[in-house]
């Protein structure tokens, strides 16, 4: 007999409580028979029976009230209280082989008795229904329930959610730019959940933008995969620690360093690892490629391996295979990049982490590019028009020669898909010393405007 174990149902039941889409799935599926604990019989008998009755979600109070005289039943409800949160995707994808494991073990037994029968004809209708059942089965399919705005409970439920994410979590779910103007238009920047996508010509700083951000979210606490999908790992790191040092490449790649600033990094690190922020690269081999089913391994790896991850960071989208068993011939690169760029929206809501890649313009006309009053838009981007709509965010990097000799830079966002967009922003850089946003040139270019 297959049965469900007691950690993996005290979980479904924490759902239960929580989510009204887990508690319609249960009442169609879970029966008492698949229970093998008396308490758990209860649990779900009072559960079910009052949802099912006033079409409310009990509070674990209330059923604690109901069971009061079952000691085990009431022990087990403590048990549910203090379970935090659970991925209700993983969840319901145990749910589903659960009953697929019962459906087969059914089918096997019928099917061994049509055999003995000898009863052939019977034997191949029941493998045929069995392996359209099996294919077909989704403990999500065929679910009656609709989110209500106007439910007041929903919205308490909402509300309350959204609290806990924001003031008791400090603004974890948001992901900053660190880059005042952006991160004020942003609200506290991306969400978890979201991706973004920046466009570059060459040497406008591609690579830097993607470090400056990865240090930063370092320096607050997050956890950060950055993916280098081009140059060496060597290379990534020198950038890296040029990046969070505030030294020149130069100096960083010959350790010219002296013993008082060595100190003082050093201070820095540990404050760094005390906030628990980590930057951890993978760079892939030379001529090796890197796919998002790869990319979504090694996050997974870095999750079982250190509990949890905030951001992917990918440098950059060309270098990037889909992973999805496709071979992609010539003339079908925008399908490639539509692909892509889905997997990266479901990888980051799959993990909840926020997104980030950065690609290059080819197709502009240098005379376009030398007007100060040009920017790229999403029209000046070849084969990327479909793949841009899993993105949340979509801006440009506009910089003519001279803006580049007196380190100026044009960000333009073209697509914002909460908040407004078509907005242009203008910062001050000092690339002397790696920094891809120099805040206080930044800010006197504000009191001369």
Known sequence: MVEIN??????????????????????????????????????????????????????????????????????ELNKIKEIGDVEEEEILKQLDSFFKDIYF???????????????????????QEAGNYLNNFSVKKDSLYFEKVFDVENYEQREKERYENSQINNYQHKQPFFIDEIDEMLFGGVDKGDTWLGLSQSGVGKSKFLKFVGVNLARIGRKVLHIQAEGSKKECMDLYDATWSGQTIHEIEGGILDENLKLKLKKVIKNINANKGEIYVYAAEKFDSISMRDIRNLALEIIKMYGSLDNILIDYFEEIEPGDGKTYRVGEERQRRDAISKSMKNLAVEINVALGSM????????????????????????????????????????????????????????????????????????????????????LDLFKKQ
């Open 6 to 75: 007691d950690n993996f149902l005290l979980e479904l039941f924490s759902l239960c409580f929580k989510r009204r889409n887990v508690l319609d799935i249960c009442c169609k599926h879970l029966d008492y028979h698949h229970l093998q604990k008396e308490s758990h019989k209860f649990i779900w008998k009072v559960l079910k029976t009052h949802y099912q009755t006033t079409f409310k979600i009990p509070s674990i109070g209330y059923v604690s009230q109901q069971l009061s005289s079952k000691i085990e039943a009431l022990e």
């Open 105 to 127: 073990i059914e089918v096997y037994d019928q099917l061994y008795k049509f055999y003995i029968d000898g009863d052939k004809e019977k034997v191949h209708n029941l493998v």
């Open 359 to 442: 690609t290059q313009a080819s197709t502009v006309e240098p005379e376009k590019l030398e007007d100060p009053n040009f920017v790229m838009t999403r029209y000046d981007i070849s084969e990327f028009k479909g793949a841009l709509k899993p993105f949340s965010l979509f801006f440009t990097f506009n910089q003519t020669s001279d803006e580049y000799e007196a380190q100026i830079l044009r960000i333009y966002f073209d697509k914002i898909r909460k908040y407004k967009g078509k907005k242009l922003i203008t910062i001050a850089q000092a690339y002397k010393y790696e920094r891809f946003y120099d805040r206080k040139r930044t």
